[in-house]
């Protein structure tokens, strides 16, 4: 009698603990909490970001070509210049040694060629006679052309050495100011194999570029024409506007890293910018005004299968809703470009997405949309059903407990079970 007590006792435990289970487990559930946005109305745009090194639009390296001593400068960093302005003299005492010996050799060569000259003439009356031989006369032509030459190569190198003593006298191609100045009086330059350079000029301060170096995976964006703001660490609360001017072919590969240049105009009228300055580039790709705009995380959200709303013939209007979608970009493009592509697609803009709506019964339906351009935050609504103001899922705020009820321990009896955010 006593075990069978035992025994009704332990099954009516067993029955007991097993209830509670399914009934904590299944009946206690938490309804999921959203994180709710709203579809609004603004501008977007996409732009490249890249950093560069300001420069003057023109600028010359004033070397020499010859060797020597810098005897005086003209010119000092900022100085003003004008075009064949003399800015710096090499010593030309040397140079001019060279000029007198060489205008020495022409001299001896015309006498020597005068001499030839004459005994030519000489071999050549005897010749008419027949008092000179042929071998005589043939000698005597050699020797005339020969010292005629040796006379124009003489000619030849006091041309060069009359050359050389003017390079002494260094004067500034362009029209500019000297930004930089890499000798002094005294120095010697030599110029066996390069020019040195004594001077940079900058041609004309008011108008600067900027070299920006732009990755090769947005290069493709960028195109001549755009619009560029950039800022420099001088003026870090004062924006500058240019124009991209141009797009060099050349990559530059830095760590592994393929960048190419653009070139950027910049008006400079109050010379606030200076050559060297690093600027902080942003190159305007595309820009929408006024359109219907919804955060870009919001695309992609997914909602748990079980909190879709499953209405009768759902998937077959969805699919209905996507061709009539379809058809009418179709039509739209023909209109437009007479069966190419739309004018208004472009970059950023991809294949349908969709939207999710919380119903009066907390289920979640979908709205089909065209997104187009995205500026990292925000996507820009094209085509679909939805309007300014209206609220859309972007994600989950609160799931159900994540628990598990035991037999001897129930989940959160009253609501105070653990929950997972």
Do not use: C
């Amino acid at each position: 009698m006593k075990n069978r007590f035992v025994l009704i006792l332990i099954l009516s435990i067993i029955v007991i603990a097993a209830g509670g289970f399914f009934y904590f487990s299944n009946g206690s559930t938490a309804d999921v909490m959203y994180r709710m946005d709203k579809v609004t109305r603004g501008d977007l745009q996409v732009v490249v970001t890249a950093t560069g090194t300001l420069s003057a639009d023109t600028t010359v390296q004033v070397g020499t070509q010859v060797s020597g001593t810098i005897q005086r400068l003209y010119v000092d960093f900022n100085s003003k210049v004008k075009k064949g302005q003399i800015v710096a003299l090499i010593d030309p005492t040397f140079l001019e040694s060279s000029v007198k010996d060489a205008q020495a050799n022409l001299q001896r060569a015309k006498a020597q060629a005068n001499e030839s000259k004459r005994a030519f003439d000489r071999s050549k009356t005897l010749m008419s006679k027949a008092l000179a031989s042929q071998a005589d006369y043939d000698a005597a032509i050699t020797t005339y052309e020969g010292n005629a030459a040796a006379q124009k190569q003489a000619e030849s190198q006091l041309d060069r050495a009359i050359i050389n003593l003017k390079y002494a006298t260094i004067r500034t191609p362009i029209d500019g100011v000297v930004i930089s100045r890499a000798v002094d009086v005294g120095q010697t330059v030599a110029a066996s194999f390069s020019a040195p350079t004594i001077f940079t000029i900058a041609n004309d301060l008011t108008k600067m570029q900027v070299q920006a170096n732009v990755d090769e995976a947005d290069i493709g964006k960028v195109q001549l024409g755009q619009e560029v703001k950039f800022t420099v660490d001088a003026y870090a609360d004062q924006p500058f506007q240019g124009v991209v001017s141009q797009i060099r072919l050349a990559p530059v590969t830095v760590q592994n890293v393929v960048n190419y240049t653009v070139i950027i105009g910049v008006p400079n009228p109050d010379l606030k910018l200076m050559p060297g300055m690093t600027a902080t580039v942003t190159i305007l790709v595309t820009k929408r005004e006024n359109v219907l705009k919804v955060p870009t995380v919001a695309l992609r959200f997914q909602p748990p299968a079980e909190q879709i709303e499953v209405r009768k013939d759902s998937s077959s209007q969805q699919d209905d809703s996507a061709r009539a979608e379809r058809r009418k970009q179709f039509t739209q493009r023909m209109q437009e470009g007479g069966g190419g592509q739309s004018s208004r697609q472009g970059v950023g803009e991809r294949a349908m997405a969709r939207l999710w709506v919380q119903g009066k019964n907390k289920k979640l339906t979908s709205i089909p949309i065209r997104p187009g351009i995205v500026d990292g935050t925000f996507t820009e609504i094209l085509h679909g059903q939805v309007q300014e103001g209206q609220e859309i899922v972007v994600g989950v705020l609160t799931q159900k407990p994540t628990t598990t009820a035991t037999p001897l321990s129930p989940a959160g009896g009253g609501g105070g079970g653990r929950q997972r955010f």
